[in-house]
């Protein structure tokens, strides 16, 4: 099993352009979750997923759309990047809710320009 | 609104030591209280989850207690060793809605 994977690991982005995180996990958990990570904040959840073609807004939704078509793939956008998006982006999953342990992926490193 | 507090940010030991990791939260009425560990670069790993109803859950040289009446959580670790060098974060999950709230996390350095 590969657990939870995120494509890319790296990207750097000029203001104002768009990309996509892609998020996979094979253990057919029904949530996941996209976090970001900062210095001074901690762990803050963007939107989360409760099952295939759902989607809810988290604790920092603005300026991220997301979608999962699928259940094993859970995708995040940014469709007009700005600075303040610079950050780590951790995707995760979990078999039941957020009460429940969450596996995490290695994290994409965005840096905006 | 849920709180969570890890003191210190930092920690530095000499190898062997017993350590003990704190952890705060200001809602007590916390589903599970969840403890996880952070290398350098990578992604979180769970390592311990401690039910509402529990007071400890051990793993290994880990142990964690809960005490909600006070709103804390301790991480023991056993007989250090330098690989135990990481980012150690606490969660608690509120009993309604869908968010885990972290603490920042304390970066522990155990030295050869």
């Known amino acids: 099993n590969a657990g939870v994977t995120q494509t890319p690991k790296f990207r750097v982005l000029k203001t104002g352009q768009s990309m996509t995180l892609l998020c996979a996990q094979d253990?057919?958990?029904?949530?996941m979750y996209w976090y970001r990570q900062d210095p001074g904040m901690g762990l803050r959840l963007i939107h989360y997923?409760?099952?295939?073609?759902?989607?809810a807004k988290g604790e920092v939704p603005d300026g991220y759309n997301v979608s999962r078509l699928k259940k094993q793939n859970f995708l995040l956008g940014l469709e007009s990047a700005a600075p303040s998006q610079t950050s780590v982006y951790f995707c995760a999953s979990s078999y039941g809710g957020p009460w429940e342990t969450q596996y995490f992926g290695p994290g994409t490193r965005l840096l905006v320009l | 609104k849920q709180e969570v507090t890890q003191i210190p940010a930092a920690l530095s030991v000499p190898e062997g030591e017993n350590l003990v990791l704190n952890c705060s939260f200001t809602d007590s009425a916390i589903y599970n209280l969840q403890w996880f560990r952070q290398d350098p670069g990578k992604g979180l790993t769970s390592l311990l989850l401690?039910?509402?109803?529990?007071r400890e859950q051990t793993s290994g040289r880990l142990n964690a207690s809960l005490d909600k009446s006070s709103g804390r959580s301790t991480l023991y670790i056993a007989a250090s060793q330098p690989g135990d060098s990481a980012t150690y974060l606490c969660a608690a999950p509120r009993t309604s809605g869908s968010r885990l709230t972290f603490g920042e996390g304390t970066q522990l350095t155990v030295n050869p």
């Open positions: 997923s409760v099952g295939e073609g759902t989607t």
């Open positions: 253990m057919n958990h029904e949530y």
């Open positions: 401690i039910q509402s109803s529990q």
